[in-house]
């Protein structure tokens, strides 16, 4: 038998990314066609993350300028251009490769994320956090709770299962919840003060009476709403920190 008829067929193809996407690449591959090589015909999805992109950051593939979904079969050739996803024009007559957008905006947030969980649960927004969260954990939090993944591991966003997830590119903090604002749009949606920032949980108004051992005389005659978490107990009220937090929900608004 002739081997050479068991080789595999190595093909290439053009590839081009837009905007954000570019944040994957190296810098002589930015914003313009470059080659990529390949063995067989897999899918446009491995191979596109085979080049470094996860699959939750795209919502559009064109090939030689036709819409076409993930499971593409690559032939080598090709001119593929990849978009992000959308934010500020209508794509609906082609193919978006996200499903529908979440009807509610919940958070699963990796280990390296803690202070940005805590921002945006301050905000309001459900957002679940551990600091010894699996990998594994996190897919299915999302998958099974309609989560999106907020994460600074880029191979995270490549798992199969996963459809919503975000590579968060800034590492300070204050800049994260600016970056996650602006990229999901929350700045009509904060409901400050609402969500225990330590543990997730909705805060519950409690009588003051009924805090006499659990706070001082001075602060039970100073404030008059209070509210606690349910689960780990923790109070909340309008103290000297309140008014700098209002001022920096005021500043993500017009971020």
């Not at 919502?59 to 500020?88: A, C, N, W």
Request: aromatic share 12%; proline share 5%; hydrophobic share 35%.
């Amino acid at each position: 038998m002739n081997t050479q008829q068991n080789a595999v067929v190595k093909w290439a193809a053009f590839f081009r990314f837009y905007e954000e996407l570019n944040d994957f690449l190296p810098e002589k591959q930015h914003k313009t066609f470059f080659p990529f090589d390949f063995a067989g015909n897999p899918s446009l999805k491995n191979t596109i993350e085979a080049i470094g992109v996860p699959h939750t950051e795209i919502d559009l593939i064109l090939v030689d300028g036709k819409s076409v979904d993930f499971d593409y079969r690559m032939q080598g050739g090709e001119h593929v251009s990849v978009y992000p996803v959308f934010e500020t024009f209508d794509i609906s007559p082609i193919s978006h490769l996200r499903p529908e957008p979440l009807r509610e905006t919940k958070f699963v947030v990796d280990v390296n994320l803690g202070k940005l969980a805590q921002k945006l649960r301050l905000l309001g927004f459900d957002t679940l956090f551990q600091n010894d969260f699996k990998d594994v954990e996190i897919v299915n939090y999302s998958v099974q709770e309609k989560r999106i993944v907020l994460t600074r591991d880029k191979d995270l966003l490549k798992h199969r299962k996963l459809t919503h997830g975000y590579w968060i590119r800034n590492k300070d903090p204050e800049k994260q919840i600016k970056e996650a604002v602006s990229r999901f749009q929350l700045q009509n949606s904060f409901k400050p003060f609402t969500r225990c920032s330590c543990c997730n949980s909705l805060l519950q108004p409690i009588d003051s009476c009924l805090l006499q051992n659990r706070l001082s005389v001075d602060i039970l005659r100073d404030y008059q709403e209070f509210m606690e978490c349910p689960d780990c107990e923790r109070l909340y009220w309008q103290g000297s920190h309140w008014e700098r937090i209002c001022e920096w929900v005021e500043g993500l608004k017009i971020n």
